[in-house]
């Protein structure tokens, strides 16, 4: 995921089922215990074919220059760039 957010992608948790991820929110927690910084922020998405609305977050990394460098540093380490 950290990967698909280093180009200054921004995800909600039903985007980020797309690639995979079953639990954003765990994931940014996750991400952030290596020291990473996430942003994020309420918005409303339609469902029930778009009658009703569910609250979610929306995650984007940190566009910090140590933030950015940080994240290719992990991802460097973990082989993923």
């Known amino acids: ?24 929110h765990s994931t ?6 290596y020291g990473l910084v996430f ?10 074919r778009g009658t009703k609305c569910v609250r979610c977050k929306r995650y984007w990394l940190n566009k910090a220059t140590e933030n ?3 994240a290719r540093t992990l991802l460097k380490k973990w082989g993923l760039l």
């Open 28 to 33: 940014v927690s996750s991400l952030e215990g």
């Open 39 to 48: 942003d994020r922020r309420w918005e409303k998405v339609p469902c029930v």
């Open 68 to 70: 950015i460098a940080l």
């Open 1 to 24: 995921m950290l990967f698909t957010f280093l180009p200054g992608r921004t995800l909600n948790r039903f985007e980020a089922e797309a690639h995979f991820d079953h639990c954003l």
